[in-house]
């Protein structure tokens, strides 16, 4: 799918064309470059100021430009699995993820206040339901496919990790981790500390959680197939975070619990910053930024 394809917002005076994610193995950006585009990104989110197309400072991460997870969203079908080490595999929901919003993901979206940005944005569902409200949002993953998905769907999408430089940072009004990416990294602590830096001050975070009680940390691939010759993306930190421990990591890190509740069998935890404008958090941990997140 063409790097150059582009999307347009529903409504507001936001509303207009962007390119999709570049190469940034082919279009490295400078010292310059970042300099530059980083005075323009602190304006955004806001009426008017568009993102632009991504830069990346890191790699793009081991599994992004894997076969499977690219040929799934582009087909808008599995089959798609996250695979241990092990050989335990995670069915991953792709037919969902690339059709509209859902009775559950509209539940959700009711919950978002303000300017939102969707991290790990996959297909870009939730972006483009929100743009179609009229919405400031911003969806961000580190998969092109995914990225060209959003933005045909009527989104604002850069392919960008969570861990790297983003617009608007600190002024977000609520930052969405679903479908499981609140894994993103395999570090939950470094994760809602990263998260805590985007968002405002009293800012909101909704997270999906995993439907057990477990607090997991893998080195996981993504495969198309259960047979263990198939191709496969190289091996990434992920995490599985339920509930109750998804809660314990939020206390640690001063946040405040707003919510739980579960609608069909997704559950929820509604997150609030309790960082103070005049705080700063503290940077992400360093594994943690290379591995940034995975497909969704």
């Known amino acids: ?74 087909a808008g079908h599995g089959p798609l699995f996250l695979r241990r080490a092990d050989g335990w595999l995670l069915p991953l929901d792709v037919e969902r993820w690339c059709a509209v919003a ?45 990225v060209d998905r959003t933005v045909r769907s009527g989104g604002h999408s850069l392919r960008r990790s969570v861990f790297e430089p983003l617009p608007g940072e600190g002024r977000w009004d609520t930052v969405l981790l679903m479908d499981g990416n609140v894994g993103i990294g395999g570090d939950p602590r470094a ?19 995993a439907r057990v009680d477990i607090d997991e940390r893998a080195q996981v691939q993504l495969v198309g197939v259960t047979d263990g010759h198939a191709p496969s993306g190289s091996p990434f930190p ?24 579960t609608s069909g069998d997704r559950p929820f935890v509604a997150l609030r910053s309790e960082r103070s404008a005049s705080s700063s958090a503290e940077p992400p941990n360093s594994t943690a930024v290379m591995s940034s997140q995975r497909a969704r």
């Open 1 to 74: 799918m063409s790097g150059d394809a582009g999307g347009r917002t529903g409504n507001g005076a936001g509303a207009g064309r962007i390119r999709t994610a570049v190469d940034e193995s082919v279009h490295p950006a400078t010292d310059v470059e970042w300099r530059a585009r980083a005075a323009r990104e602190a304006e955004w989110p806001a009426a008017g100021r568009l993102p632009e197309a991504p830069f990346s400072l890191a790699p793009p991460a081991p599994w992004a430009a894997s076969d499977p997870y690219a040929a799934a969203l582009r």
């Open 102 to 146: 859902d009775p559950v993901d509209l539940e959700v979206l009711d919950r978002c206040e303000g300017a939102v940005l969707d991290v790990g944005c996959g297909p870009g569902r939730l972006v483009a339901e929100l743009a179609a409200r009229g919405r400031t949002v911003l969806g961000i993953d580190v998969s092109e496919a995914a």
């Open 191 to 209: 994760l809602l500390t990263r998260v805590a830096a985007l968002l405002a001050p009293g800012g909101l975070l909704i997270a999906e959680t």
């Open 238 to 261: 992920w995490a599985r975070i339920g509930t109750r421990a998804l809660l314990r990591h939020a206390a640690r890190g001063g946040w405040r619990t707003a919510a739980q509740w």
